[in-house]
C-alpha cells in the first residue's frame, strides 16, 4: 500500500526558509532565532536552491581572514560553499524515496512538478512511520 508523503508534510508557511539572495548575517540571525541548524533555500521564483547549514557558515568565518558579523552584512550566500546537498524530493515520491534521503538529511525538502519549494518531511516523521509499522507487523506476528 503506497503513502501518500502530503500527510507528513510541514508545508512552507509553517518553517523557516531563506531567500537565496539575503546576505550571512541575515542566514545567521534568521537561524539563531528560529534555532535551526539547516535551512532551506529558495530563488526569487521560489524554486528549491539548497540547504544552508551552520557548518557552512562557520566554514565560511573560518576561511575568511578578518571577518566579522559585520562584514557578514556584505556576503551574499551565493559567496558561501554549501558543503551538504539535501536533495529534494516531488510531492508524489514514495515513502521509500524519503527514507533513503532521510538517512543523511535531517530533512527532506518536498517540491512540486514545477521546482516550486512547498515544504518539508523531517526525518522524524519518517522513522515513526516506520516505527509503527514495525509494531503492526510485530503485533501482527503475535
Known sequence: MSVNISFFLVPKREISYLPFNCTMRQ??????HH??????????????????????????????????????????????????????VQIYASMEDLLDLAIDQNFVPVV????????????????EYYAGKQREEVRMVK
Open 112 to 127: 512540486d512538478d514545477g521546482g516550486v519549494f512547498i515544504g518539508i518531511v523531517r526525518r522524524r516523521d519518517i522513522i
Open 35 to 88: 534555532g535551526y541548524t539547516a535551512v532551506p533555500l529558495i530563488d526569487e521564483d521560489n524554486k528549491y536552491v539548497g540547504t544552508l547549514t551552520e557548518g557552512d557558515l562557520l566554514w565560511k568565518f573560518k576561511n575568511t581572514p578578518d571577518l566579522t558579523l559585520k562584514g557578514a552584512e556584505k556576503i551574499p550566500l551565493s559567496d558561501i560553499v554549501r558543503r551538504v546537498d539535501n536533495r529534494p
Open 27 to 32: 542566514a545567521l540571525e534568521s537561524m539563531e
